[in-house]
């Protein structure tokens, strides 16, 4: 089979299953499968995959046929310009995200400065801020084991594991009080109640606790608040990804805080809430 005719069969496939994007799909399980660039493929048409390339491919197109996510199949998600591992046992890192480290790098974190990514997940978050801010002190948390375990792989990838202290923690249990400068965190902030909305592949293939808070996609963010304020440092920041869905709510539970704020996404959409705690 040549790389056109495996590349339009392959779209026909996912066209017909209703996926999203279905070139783009193809041509990045096609690369993956290749271990080649878009150029590569663009350039060499009339290649010949070999029999073993072929059958893998079309097993990775009748994996995302199913509605797998590409990343979950690759194995891989950019983040931040870096090349991140990812599994099933952590949230996709998603552009939106990369507004919380916009925000927290608007600070100028000086030299010395603590921050902790409260659910780092794959470590998407710990890992730009370290990568961004050499002269700060990082921390990452998770509750789960095998979410710190691929953060922990990230790091050392990108040479970033001396760096970021990892903690397998429920939030911030543990975490001496007034400690910190910046508290970070995408926690899970989806109502069960909008399930329905959520695309399926995302409700059937991420992790459940990394997307749905609970009834009404509260409350992490309920717990979150309290035990960020008690850890941080007057003048403190806390920065949370959230969705408009809870904006307004989430501007509430931040009351007792200084110089709240949310900041919007490309689409002028609400994604991220940045408070202040009082002096």
């Known amino acids: 089979m040549l790389i056109k005719d495996a590349l339009n069969s392959a779209i026909s496939a996912l066209t017909a299953s209703q996926v999203g994007s279905p070139r783009l799909n193809a041509e990045t399980l096609l690369m ?70 916009e925000a927290a790098l608007t600070l100028s ?17 710990a890992l730009a801020l370290a990568k961004e801010l050499p002269h700060a002190e990082i921390y990452a948390t998770d509750i789960s084991p095998a979410a710190i375990e691929i953060a922990r792989a990230n790091a050392a990838r990108h040479g970033l594991a001396p760096r970021i202290h990892f903690h ?13 400068d910046v508290v970070v965190s995408n926690p899970p902030y989806v109502g069960e109640s909008e ?11 991420e992790p459940r606790n990394a997307v749905f808070a609970g009834p009404t996609g509260l409350e992490v963010i309920e717990r979150l608040i309290p035990q960020a304020h008690a850890i941080l440092k007057p003048g403190g920041f806390l920065i949370m990804e959230m969705s408009a869905t809870i904006a307004e709510y989430v501007k509430r539970l931040l009351a007792d805080w200084s110089d709240v704020r949310v900041v919007n996404d490309l689409q002028g959409i609400p994604r991220v809430a940045v408070a202040v705690k009082a002096r």
């Open 168 to 180: 397998q923690t429920d939030l911030l249990r543990g975490f001496d009080p007034a400690a910190f």
């Open 32 to 101: 993956f499968t290749l271990g080649r660039d878009r150029a590569y493929l663009f350039a060499h048409p009339e290649h010949e995959l070999t029999s073993q390339e072929k059958i893998n491919y079309q097993e990775a197109i009748a994996q995302r046929a199913m509605g797998i996510p590409t990343q979950y199949i690759t194995g891989h998600q950019e983040f931040w310009g870096m090349d991140l591992i990812v599994s099933p046992a952590v949230l996709i890192p998603r552009p939106e995200t990369e507004h919380v480290i």
């Open 195 to 205: 399930e329905d909305h959520v695309q399926l592949e995302v409700r059937k293939y």
């Open 109 to 125: 974190p000086g030299a010395g400065s603590r921050i902790v990514d409260v659910g780092t997940g794959s470590g998407c978050m």
